[in-house]
């Protein structure tokens, strides 16, 4: 029995593919998440088999989720579904250690001999899209533009989400344990790499990446 966690911030999202996953004898669905941040946990909690991860969703980006997981816990295999196809998104989900992607255009069939070939192990990305981009993320021949999000440090990303949550200096300083000083310098190294001049910017980037807070 494969066991899984689904993260997706739609209900309805989440309710149908959990539907498709447990029709199938050898497939069951152990925690459902909203955000990145609870997908986490649950993933700490259940040790499940496999995430399967959408890739914008508030607190933390699947991105993000599948990075963290492969480092911490690399027994959980690793599939992103998305309506994004973009062969950027594609490849930087398979370097941060995804095994499948598939599209949400895609049948339940295609779902489903995804979530197969993931949980042995093997790498799938849905037809059309399969050929090229793993030529590439193998061969490295087609470098992708460097995502200026992507040169964040763990900690920088830390501060971000608590500054999009709405906490001062201050109190990032006491929840992460550093100091106020530390703080401004690791907020001032963010807004610089991401080439950004005030909270309306910073804003705005998080709802372009899907990382705007919780409504929790």
């Given at each position: 029995?494969?066991s899984i966690v689904?993260?997706?911030?739609h209900?309805?999202?989440?309710?149908?593919?959990r539907?498709?996953?447990?029709?199938?004898?050898?497939l069951?669905v152990v925690?459902e998440?909203?955000d990145?941040?609870?997908?986490l946990?649950?993933v700490e909690k259940?040790?499940?088999?496999?995430?399967?991860?959408?890739?914008?969703?508030?607190?933390l980006?699947?991105?993000?989720v599948?990075?963290?997981?492969?480092?911490?816990?690399?027994?959980?295999?690793?599939?992103v579904?998305?309506?994004?196809?973009?062969?950027?998104?594609?490849?930087?989900?398979l370097?941060?250690?995804?095994?499948?992607?598939?599209?949400?255009?895609?049948t339940?069939a295609?779902?489903?001999?995804?979530v197969r070939e993931?949980?042995?192990g093997r790498?799938y990305?849905?037809?059309?899209?399969?050929r090229?981009?793993i030529?590439t993320?193998?061969?490295?021949?087609k470098?992708?533009?460097?995502?200026?999000?992507e040169?964040l440090t763990?900690?920088?990303r830390?501060?971000?989400?608590?500054?999009?949550?709405?906490?001062?200096n201050?109190?990032?300083?006491?929840?992460?344990s550093?100091?106020?000083t530390?703080?401004a310098?690791?907020r001032a190294h963010?807004?610089?790499k991401l080439g950004?001049h005030?909270?309306?910017?910073?804003?705005h980037?998080?709802?372009?990446?899907?990382i705007?807070?919780s409504?929790?």
């Amino acid at each position: 029995m494969t066991s899984i966690v689904l993260a997706d911030a739609h209900n309805v999202v989440r309710e149908g593919i959990r539907a498709l996953l447990q029709s199938q004898p050898d497939l069951t669905v152990v925690g459902e998440a909203a955000d990145g941040r609870e997908a986490l946990n649950l993933v700490e909690k259940h040790h499940p088999d496999m995430l399967i991860t959408d890739l914008f969703m508030p607190g933390l980006d699947g991105l993000e989720v599948v990075r963290r997981v492969r480092a911490d816990y690399p027994q959980t295999q690793l599939m992103v579904l998305s309506a994004r196809s973009d062969d950027r998104y594609i490849l930087q989900a398979l370097r941060f250690g995804a095994l499948g992607y598939v599209d949400k255009s895609s049948t339940g069939a295609d779902l489903i001999q995804a979530v197969r070939e993931v949980a042995e192990g093997r790498r799938y990305v849905k037809p059309p899209l399969s050929r090229r981009v793993i030529n590439t993320y193998l061969n490295k021949r087609k470098p992708l533009p460097l995502d200026p999000y992507e040169t964040l440090t763990r900690r920088e990303r830390e501060v971000l989400y608590h500054v999009i949550n709405g906490f001062t200096n201050a109190e990032i300083a006491k929840q992460l344990s550093i100091s106020v000083t530390t703080v401004a310098t690791h907020r001032a190294h963010l807004m610089k790499k991401l080439g950004l001049h005030n909270q309306t910017e910073l804003l705005h980037l998080a709802a372009k990446r899907g990382i705007l807070p919780s409504e929790d």
